[in-house]
């Protein structure tokens, strides 16, 4: 049976066959990992995946990009362990470095924007990070014996439920890198323009351009940047931001 993606972020599919079944466990965890593999692709990691006998559900690639390899209603084999691997939703990071192994703002965003259209759309309320297995973000390290998801994005977890949760409470929120630019896509994105929209900046992107930062939505912001007396270079950062949040108090 032909496959489909679950995420609408996902820009491409490699489909793996090492899963388990899921059922009768229903996926309440979210698992961030990193690939140990420096500037891979989400593809090139899938294709690595399909004949080393592993799979992730997903695999975020160095510059942000979301590959799918296994359907979410399958556990894939990423956790170490049956139990783990069908109550957990996972996916790779892939590193730009393997010193402190760290992965770049690009991949880090992709992850908070997937992090919450999972928790979106299978209900998973608030991404709650406690710092064990009890909350629904966890890491790897926790139910096996490994350093993922490695040292630098073991600090990030934190920033991962923060950010996460403002996509998941409409709240506006910068890309991590502190400005919006073209090319940039999630709901996030899909905020900010509703943002622009509401303010009369904007009127409202075409179909195949809602949650993604394409040249409508930087006429936009330019605008909004012209109108506010800020420099008109059509990256929504830090200055815009602070006019907006002005704006949102009311
Ligand atoms: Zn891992």
Known sequence: ??????????????????????????????????????????????????????????????????????????????????????????????????????????????????????????????INYTGDTRGNLCMHKWVANTGCPGPYLDKKFELIETEANKIIDGKLRLHVRGYFKEGDRGRDVRILQRFLRSQGYYKGPYKGAVGRYLSGTKRAVKKFQKAHHLTVDGLFGEECMKVAERILKG
């Open 1 to 126: 049976m032909a496959r489909t993606k679950d995420s609408k972020l996902a820009t491409s599919a490699v489909w793996n066959n090492n899963y388990w079944l899921r059922p009768p466990i229903e996926p309440d965890k979210i698992f961030v990992h990193h690939m140990v593999a420096v500037n891979w692709t989400g593809v090139r990691c899938g294709e690595y995946f399909k004949h080393a006998g592993v799979s992730s559900n997903y695999g975020i690639g160095y510059k942000g990009d979301i590959c799918q390899y296994v359907e979410e209603k399958h556990g894939a084999y990423c956790q170490g362990s049956k139990y783990w691997n069908r109550r957990g939703i996972s996916m790779e990071l892939a590193n730009d470095s393997s010193k402190g192994w760290t992965v770049s703002d690009e991949t880090l965003n992709a992850c908070i924007n997937l992090v919450a259209d999972i928790a979106i759309r299978r209900h998973l309320g608030h």
